[in-house]
């Protein structure tokens, strides 16, 4: 599959590229609930205990055929290792444009290069087993690409498309599988911006 741009909902994709591109020690920046920077924090900071409230990113991909690109997260993340998620999530740093952050982070993460359209942001809070919490205020952006990503084995220890009427059905019949964000952001995306994610 890698290198070619047809799609299907059982691609996987052997990874491209091995490169440490994020430390628990990087600074994230936290916000109040308007979204308003009130200082900074180191990630491990941000997500153990109750976290505290900081600014988070999530990106999804889409194909010109109607697929959404997932990734399964890293066996070796803190919070929801194994899990399947959107196509891209994380965090600017300290002193970096949100907007910035996701073509970094879809180049880190994904090998891919992409521009991206905010849709809309939401603050959630979830808690992992009794490791930490997720408590973000998180923008949603949308990307087009046919392009195969490389995935970042430090990241991400798989990727597949599958068929944007499809996941949701999917994602109902096992639920446990994906991360909260996700779960909650694919329902308002339906609902909300359904002709973002139409096929032309």
Not at 71 to 92: T, V, Y
Not at 155 to 179: F, G, K, M, S
Request: net charge negative; glycine share 6%.
């Amino acid at each position: 599959m890698t290198g070619t741009t047809s799609h299907d909902t059982t691609a996987t994709f052997v990874s491209g590229v091995n490169r440490q591109v994020s430390s628990p020690d990087e600074r994230l920046i936290l916000v109040d609930e308007t979204d308003r920077a009130i200082g900074e924090a180191s990630k491990i900071d941000c997500h153990l205990g109750e976290g505290k409230l900081h600014r988070a990113l999530s990106l999804h991909v889409v194909t010109s055929d109607g697929q959404v690109l997932l990734q399964r997260r890293s066996a070796q993340k803190m919070l929801w290792p194994g899990f399947w998620s959107n196509s891209c999530c994380s965090h600017p740093r300290a002193g970096e444009d949100i907007a910035d952050a996701v073509r970094r982070r879809a180049r880190e993460e994904l090998g891919l290069d992409v521009e991206a359209e905010y849709l809309y942001k939401f603050q959630y809070r979830a808690a992992y087993l009794d490791v930490g919490h997720e408590n973000e205020l998180c923008s949603v952006f949308v990307a087009y690409s046919d392009v195969a990503p490389q995935p970042n084995s430090n990241e991400i220890d798989d990727c597949r498309y599958v068929a944007i009427d499809a996941l949701e059905p999917l994602i109902a019949a096992d639920p446990e599988q994906y991360t909260p964000w996700f779960r909650q952001e694919w329902l308002t995306l339906m609902r909300d911006f359904g002709n973002r994610f139409a096929q032309d």
